[in-house]
């Protein structure tokens, strides 16, 4: 019995990550949230490797949200944009990790 090989697919994640020296955030900042396109098989390998290449940036990553797949994401009703789209092209073209967007936390905003 042959295995499959599964194709890649992109997951849209949100990852929150702490401060660490060499981090690269604001001064002041408490943390930050970064929006990621990152290609796996499933979902667990898009957020092992998304945490991997995080870490070896010197980030700190402390939580991950799954978004799902482009396709999972369409279903639900989001609404994906032509950068965006193209964001998550390059993703699995490049079998890589996207950081799109990055948010940086001060202080007291992040709760309540």
């Known amino acids: 019995m042959s295995k499959e090989k599964k ?3 992109v997951f849209t994640l949100l990852v929150q990550i702490g401060r660490k020296a060499g981090d690269g955030l604001p001064d ?3 943390g930050a949230a970064l929006m990621c396109y990152s290609s796996g098989v ?3 390998e898009a957020v092992r490797e998304t945490v991997a290449v995080l870490k070896q940036a010197d980030l700190a990553p402390l939580d991950v949200t799954g978004y799902g797949t482009r396709a999972e994401r369409e279903d639900m009703g989001h609404e994906i944009d032509e950068d965006e789209a193209g964001l ?3 993703a699995l073209a490049e079998n890589a990790v996207i950081v799109a967007q990055m948010t940086p936390f001060f202080g007291d905003e992040d709760k309540g």
């Open 28 to 30: 002041g900042a408490t």
């Open 7 to 9: 194709p890649q697919q």
């Open 88 to 90: 998550m092209d390059r």
């Open 42 to 44: 499933d979902e667990a």
